[in-house]
């Protein structure tokens, strides 16, 4: 019988839910070394965290994240909290000894990413920063390719993270619009996402140059109910600032000697949450979008004169990382895939003792980029990193 590794999440809205669904699939699907048992959900209001955890199978609820912690038969923290919860959480898991799945992005600033860091390599507990875009097929499979030299030496890397969710004047002054919850608009939010893939597949970033501006400056009051929701609602004519950006924009350059840009915005009309990338080497190209993510866009210079063009991979077959465990080929996938392969991962790091990425110390990396593109809209120069 397979060892059983029991876990506790803080937090049970939207991510609350996208991984409660990981851990129960994770086993369903893939031969882990061990069993996830959802075990503690908590969270501030009994009456919805109840609802919560009888809806996805947790077997029992905390409303007080300290004693959920110091509970000696709990092996994970899973953090599914706003980003300005994370640290003291964190802090608190490693040191009592907790392996911790986090929500990106890691922190509010770099500061408390160190600290963050610094607590769980002393400590010497697993930690996994959620970027769970490295793990949809296409994306993994486009980083082996990369390894392979398949596109040769890299030249461009371009991204955008769009949405249009705050479009509408009258959306409310919800927490992620407001600078001591949120940090950053998109630029932390969005750009998060987008840094670490270019970590991941680029490499290292040294110089940022960007641009940051505000569309809607104020907005309708929001109450603390209405705070957790991305649903435009009308809340009288008491208005608030708006203290982080709407839309950003950066400009790179890579230590492998790549330029690249960023675009993160949730001003995008039409745009849900489209994330796009473009690859351009000496020897070929890559693109991939969100909105067709079981599919990579492929061009070879290698190809014949008069058949060179851009193929679509469907990445279902079982040459690509993860998909053999799902369906027959040509049976796409979903977003929430992408949670199950990272659950995998970690419990397989945490029985084998081995890597798992990213981690604190790539969110750390991640922050560092996004407060220096803040740096240099502000003062309006290049920040070298």
Known sequence: MKKQLNVGIVGY????????NAWKKAPLFFDTPAIPVLKVACGRHQESLTEFAQNWGWEETETDWKKLISRPDIDIIDIALPQHLHYEVALAAARA???????????????????????CEENKIKHYLNHNYRRTPAVAFAKKMIDEGKIGRIFHWRCAYQ???????TFPLTWQLKKETAQAGPQWDLNSHAVDLAHFLIGDITTVSSLTTNFIKERPIADEAASG???AVSLGSEMGEVTVEDAALMLVNFKNGAIGSFEATRFA????????????????????????????QYFSRDDHDGEQGFRTILATEAAHPYASHWWPAGHIIGYEHAFVHAVVDFVKAIEEDTAIK???ADGLKIIQVLEAGLLAAETKRQVSL
Request: include cysteine; aromatic fraction near 10%; glycine fraction near 6%.
């Open 13 to 20: 809205k939207f991510m609350g839910r996208a991984h409660s």
């Open 97 to 119: 000894g907790k392996h911790i799945f986090c929500e990106k992005p890691l922190a509010m600033n770099s500061k408390q990413a160190e600290e963050m860091l610094k607590v």
């Open 163 to 169: 949405q249009d969710w705050i479009v509408d004047p």
């Open 229 to 231: 929701s991305l649903s």
């Open 269 to 296: 009309s039409g745009r849900k949450n489209r994330l796009t990338f473009e690859i351009y080497g000496s020897k070929g190209s890559l693109v991939f979008d969100l909105e067709r993510m079981n599919e990579l």
């Open 358 to 360: 990213p981690d604190f």
